[in-house]
């Protein structure tokens, strides 16, 4: 009986010896400790000993069945680690310390220059604001001023969609919504919001004219705000953008959400203020309208016009852009050439 044990123990070694695949393992297990297997059979002969040699050779038995499960537990995971090590071998590799080629993005001129001048007025306390470009008639134009049938409306036509909402024509149309937004200011804490914003307009297109561009607005308003903090704040505005110090004039202008209105022109980059074709020989360049906002404007977003003032401006963000880096032509904005857009820089 033992030397029975010896000769199955051996055969089992040798077996398991030949095994490499997960199902071989199987028919092993089955093959030494199935119901027919051979240790089972080993386990079933036991009756036939006397007990002192039963004693003995069960001990073996059991002994060898304990040994068999274990070495096939063990071989299994063996096996599991040659596969999963077969697998990674197998797999594709990358290298990543091959240069690429992929070509890196750049920021669109218009990106570039908002962001300039949103830091500028983070700095000095001003929130920013995401206007929408699909707006009510109202928030666009009886919202700052403008009522139905006004001459303004026709020089802004612009997009309406069929649920009579348009799409915007000036940021002024988020004006009505941040002052619902904040109300009134307390004493001392002025409200301060900078909107940036596309805006749409029928326009036929060509070198100096887009149906869609984009402008930085924005509003200061407290019960202490006068026309000196306006200007105050778009010299601040013009210096870090031209990184000069710009002179600057106010002319009046018409704007039915600002009374008094201005046109705030800065002196001619190119020339200096000395005159040339840029700025058709004035020494001025036409940049930035603002004012005090409108009496009717404060009531309609529920601000008391008794109690505060405040000034707004309306940048040409495009306008802008096109100045600081000299482009020519607005077309260029919105025409997605890659080869000619990322070549600005800040
Ligand atoms: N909304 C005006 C436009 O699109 C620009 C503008 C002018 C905005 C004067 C203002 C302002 O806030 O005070 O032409």
Sequence with gaps: MLENLEKIKAQFKEELNGVNMKDEIERIR?????????????????RNLDVEAKKVAGQQVNLLKDEIEKAIVEFQKTLEEREYQKEIANTERYDFSIPSDVTVGTLHPITIVQSQIED?????????????????????FE??????NHPARDMTDTYYLENG????????????????????????????VLFPG????????????????????????GDDISISNLIYFMKVLLSEVFERDVK???????????????????????????????????????????????????????IDPDKYTGFAFGLGLTRLAMMKYNIKDIRLFNSGNLKQLRQFTI
């Excluded at 089955?30 to 036991?46: R, S, Y």
């Excluded at 909402?165 to 941040?178: D, G, V």
Aim: hydrophobic residues 40%; proline residues 7%; aromatic residues 8%.
């Design 30 to 46: 089955v093959a030494f400790l199935g119901k027919k297997g051979l240790v089972t059979e080993a386990l079933k002969d036991l």
């Design 120 to 140: 500028i007025f983070k700095t000095m306390g001003f929130i920013i604001e995401d206007g929408l470009e699909i707006q009510t008639e109202f928030n666009n």
């Design 143 to 148: 919202g700052v001023n403008i009522p139905k």
């Design 165 to 192: 909402q348009l799409l915007k024509t000036h940021t002024s149309a988020a004006q009505n919504t941040i002052m619902r937004k904040y109300g009134a200011p307390k004493p001392g804490e002025p409200l301060k």
């Design 198 to 221: 596309r805006c749409f307009r029928n326009e036929n297109i060509d070198a100096s004219h887009e149906n869609t561009f984009f402008q930085l607005e924005g509003m200061m308003i």
């Design 248 to 302: 600057v004039r106010l002319r009046p202008g018409f704007f039915p959400f600002v009374e008094p209105g201005f046109e705030l022109d800065i002196n001619c980059a190119i020339c200096g203020g000395s005159g040339c074709p840029t700025c058709k020989h004035s020494g001025w360049l036409e940049l930035l309208p603002c004012g005090m906002i409108h009496p009717n404007v404060l009531r309609l977003g529920g």
